[in-house]
């Protein structure tokens, strides 16, 4: 485990999984960037003031309480009300890099395991005006290497301040896309880009994902995967 050579913040999001939150946040350790990277979590509010949800998101408040006791997490922020995936994620990320260079993304429902050490490490200095954002969670990448993908996860991610910088979901949302635009989407994204951005546009998916696909794929980015994860 080696002393950070960069300005990064590690963000664990969570809602109502208190087991897998508390996993999460543990497991940021094997990423192997020393005891001073600062470690933020960030529980969204819950929908409902009473009932199985609401005590299942006080349950992770009080997990990541504990966690920031124990010195797991190094600072902790609890949302007032429910903000939503899009504008939860886009507000926390935006937090994060309002304080440093980089961030480093782990939502509750993965872990990060020891064969990760210094992956962070040595995918950062990949990040430039092409590369906006590289990811250490892939499925079947068929790949024996590092490789470039026009489709961005959001699984195990990290991007930088200048990469975010432009980015506004809200601004997305009412962008029209031409038949070429599409096209090419579908070609280099995704089939399924078309129909979920359609889904977003009108409200009925509530996601920070797609539309920072949709900012990238208009900026001509690509995203940086390992073969393994």
Not at 23 to 51: F, K, N, Q, W
Not at 135 to 150: A, M, P, R, T, V
Request: proline share 3%.
């Amino acid at each position: 485990m080696s002393d950070r050579k960069f300005d990064i913040g590690l963000l664990v999001l969570g809602y109502c999984r208190a087991d897998l939150f508390e996993r999460a946040a543990r497991s940021l350790e094997h990423l192997g960037l020393g005891e001073s990277t600062p470690r933020y979590g960030v529980i969204d509010g819950a929908r409902t003031l009473s009932g199985p949800l609401f005590d299942d998101c006080l349950a992770v408040q009080q997990r990541a309480k504990k966690l920031l006791d124990e010195g797991v997490l190094t600072s902790l922020t609890i949302r007032n009300c429910n903000l939503g995936t899009m504008n939860n994620v886009y507000t926390s990320v935006s937090e994060i890099l309002s304080l440093h260079e980089f961030v480093f993304v782990l939502e509750d429902d993965l872990e990060i395991l020891q064969i990760a050490d210094c992956a962070v490490e040595l995918l950062l200095p990949y990040l430039n005006e092409r590369v906006s954002a590289f990811g250490i969670y892939c499925n079947k990448s068929f790949s024996d290497s590092l490789f470039f993908s026009q489709r961005f996860s959001s699984q195990a991610w990290g991007t930088s301040r200048e990469a975010w910088a432009g980015f506004n979901p809200v601004h997305i949302m009412s962008l029209e896309l031409s038949e070429a635009q599409r096209i090419e989407l579908r070609k280099n994204v995704g089939g399924d880009f078309i129909s979920s951005f359609r889904a977003f546009q009108s409200g009925d998916l509530d996601s920070w994902a797609i539309p920072w696909n949709i900012y990238n794929f208009l900026q001509n980015r690509v995203m940086l995967y390992t073969p393994n994860s």
